[in-house]
T-cell receptor
Framework: EDQVTQSPEALRLQEGESSSLNCSYT??????LFWYRQDPGKGPEFLFT???AGEEKEKERLKATLTKKESFLHITAPKPEDSATYLC??????????FGKGTKLTVNP | EAGVTQFPSHSVIEKGQTVTLRCDPI?????LYWYRRVMGKEIKFLLH????????ESGMPNNRFLAERTGGTYSTLKVQPAELEDSGVYFC???????????FGNGTRLTVT
């Protein structure tokens, strides 16, 4: 059974303090690993898709990387507006996404 | 481009009642998905439509849940009769093709009392 574990559950940073979020996964035949951002009361908002080990993608202060067992979301010099819950999901043999519980990030000014 | 729209945003019903949730996907998106987040748990897949056909309904919890997608446009998810454990946030998502990133709506928060 496909499984995703995210850590930490919650992370509190000062503005400008870089850090990383972890997503460990087990999946039969990875077709894609997805990162989403979710704000309170909103639906998940797509950030990145990674397809194979070694792949990296960047968007503003965010950078996602992928190995055969885990993915990292690196946040460089975060700002308060980066505060959100970050969700990781994998797609295996079918179209459905299997999500982790998410990491709630708080960036204090 | 209008996003995925879900209605209602909140619904509070009593155990045993019926509730129908609606989702309007992004125009032209053939793929439509329903997901659910129960409190304290991760978001979980319910089912997947391609146009009006159910492609995968392996995540539907039981036969109290019925999803339809009339004419391959909007979709409804009916819960009848509702139970306490059905409380949660129901998300709808759509995509233009299989394998493409999903666009999520803001969800319907269902509370069964």
């Amino acid at each position: 059974e496909d499984q995703v574990t995210q850590s930490p559950e919650a992370l509190r940073l000062q503005e400008g303090e870089s850090s990383s979020l972890n997503c460990s996964y087990t999946v039969s035949g990875l077709r894609g690993l997805f990162w989403y951002r979710q704000d309170p009361g909103k639906g998940p908002e797509f950030l990145f898709t990674l397809y194979s080990a070694g792949e990296e993608k960047e968007k503003e202060r965010l950078k996602a990387t992928l190995t055969k067992k885990e993915s990292f979301l690196h946040i460089t010099a975060p700002k308060p507006e980066d505060s959100a819950t970050y969700l990781c999901a994998v797609q295996g043999g079918s179209e459905k996404l299997v999500f982790g519980k998410g990491t709630k990030l708080t960036v204090n000014p | 481009e209008a996003g995925v729209t879900q209605f209602p945003s909140h619904s509070v019903i009593e155990k045993g009642q019926t509730v129908t949730l609606r989702c309007d996907p992004i125009s032209g998106h053939d793929n439509l998905y329903w997901y659910r987040r129960v409190m304290g748990k991760e978001i979980k897949f319910l089912l997947h439509f391609v146009k009006e056909s159910k492609q995968d309904e392996s995540g539907m919890p039981n036969n109290r849940f019925l999803a339809e997608r009339t004419g391959g446009t909007y979709s409804t998810l009916k819960v009848q009769p509702a139970e306490l454990e059905d409380s949660g946030v129901y998300f709808c998502a759509s995509s233009p093709r299989t394998g493409a990133p999903l666009h999520f709506g803001n969800g319907t928060r269902l509370t069964v009392t």
